[in-house]
Nanobody, 126 residues
Framework: VQLQASGGGLVQAGGSLRLSCAAS????????MGWFRQAPEKAREFVAA????????NVADSVKGRATISRDTAKNILYLQMNNLKPEDTAVYYC????????????????????WGQGTLVTVSS
C-alpha cells in the first residue's frame, strides 16, 4: 500500500488549504481513512476520519467547523479541506488507511491504522 500526501504549504492565518492523499495498492473504497497531524515537539493527534462508505465518522474538536474530510473512490484520493487556518494548525499532516476492511471503529486511534503516508507540512503564519 502506498499513500502519498500532498497539498501542504505556507498560508496566512484565515486562509485555506486542501490536502490530498493518493492511495494505491489496496482497495481504497473498502477501507476507512483518517487524517492525523503532528506539531513540532508534540505527539501526533487525530484530525478527522471517514468510513469506507464515505460517512464522516469523527472530527477533532480543535478543527470542528473548519475541516472537512472527503474521499473520491473513483480517483482513490482522500481529501482534507481546511478553512480559517490558525497558527496552531501548523503541523505535518498524515493520511492513514485502516487496518481492517469494511470496519470503522476507533477511527480516532492511531492503532486502528496500519498504513501511513509520508506527511505534508502545513505552516500557518500569524
Amino acid at each position: 500500500v502506498q499513500l502519498q500526501a500532498s497539498g501542504g504549504g505556507l498560508v496566512q492565518a484565515g486562509g485555506s488549504l486542501r490536502l490530498s492523499c493518493a492511495a494505491s495498492g489496496r482497495a481504497f473504497s473498502s477501507y476507512a481513512m483518517g487524517w492525523f497531524r503532528q506539531a513540532p515537539e508534540k505527539a501526533r493527534e487525530f484530525v478527522a476520519a471517514i468510513t469506507w462508505k464515505g460517512g464522516v465518522d469523527n472530527v477533532a474538536d480543535s478543527v470542528k467547523g473548519r475541516a472537512t474530510i472527503s474521499r473520491d473512490t473513483a480517483k482513490n484520493i482522500l481529501y482534507l479541506q481546511m478553512n480559517n487556518l490558525k497558527p496552531e494548525d501548523t503541523a505535518v499532516y498524515y493520511c492513514a488507511m485502516h487496518r481492517t476492511v469494511f470496519y470503522h471503529c476507533s477511527l480516532d486511534r492511531e492503532f486502528s491504522y496500519d498504513n501511513w503516508g509520508q506527511g505534508t507540512l502545513v505552516t500557518v503564519s500569524s
